[in-house]
């Protein structure tokens, strides 16, 4: 014979517990829905996507994702050690990553497409005095596939905004003051 429970124990016991439960929970503020950012044009008229990546930084190694960055807009710079064209780039970026340091309402990102970054990066940062992460490309990256999409030439810079989103693409050198009124909206947003 199986056995038998009195059910008038148990469904008190019962009924404190589930109540401490909810008063716990209400009390966290319970599970709350994260609403998803209005969609935004990306390149090519299309919808922008949410991007991310993690890669290793080039001054130690530590491991860095581009959604460490959100809630700013990101500058991320795609360039190599030998790219003549990337010098002229490097002073614009430092300047705005200057510019922007004590706001922080900016954040300026470099990814080395190097073979051999790991070597060849903390002597050229040293003498470079660049002022802003650079992190070193992953194996994907370095045969040309990136979050972006291809990087059929370098420099290549991406824009993303404060939610993350992959919302404006350049291929060569961007002149300083027209990636600074291409920023200027992306900052307006994220106040």
């Known amino acids: 014979m199986p056995p038998t429970v009195n059910v008038s124990l148990a469904r008190p016991g019962l009924l404190v517990c589930m109540s401490t439960a909810l008063v716990f929970i209400a009390a966290c503020g319970g599970p709350r829905a994260v ?3 209005p969609p935004v044009e990306g390149p090519g008229g299309r919808t922008a996507s949410t991007v991310d990546f993690e890669l290793a930084d080039a001054r130690g190694g530590q491991p860095v994702r581009l959604s460490d960055f959100r809630g700013r807009p990101v500058v991320v ?4 050690t030998w790219c003549a064209p990337c010098e002229a780039e490097f002073q614009n970026l430092n300047t705005l990553a200057r510019a922007h340091a004590d706001a922080g309402d900016l954040a300026i990102v470099g990814v080395a497409l190097d073979l051999d970054g790991k070597k060849l990066l903390p002597v050229f940062l040293e003498v470079r005095g660049l002022d802003y992460p650079v992190l070193l490309a992953d194996e994907r990256m ?4 990136t979050p972006f999409g291809p990087v059929p030439a370098i420099p290549a810079t991406f824009l993303v905004d404060a939610g993350g989103r992959h919302v404006e693409s350049f291929q060569g050198v961007v002149p300083y003051e027209h990636l600074k009124a291409r920023l200027a909206p992306l900052l307006s947003a994220a106040r």
Request: charged letters at 0%; aromatic letters at 18%; glycine letters at 10%.
């Open 77 to 80: 710079h795609f360039f190599t």
């Open 35 to 37: 609403p998803a950012p």
């Open 142 to 145: 370095l045969h040309g596939q």
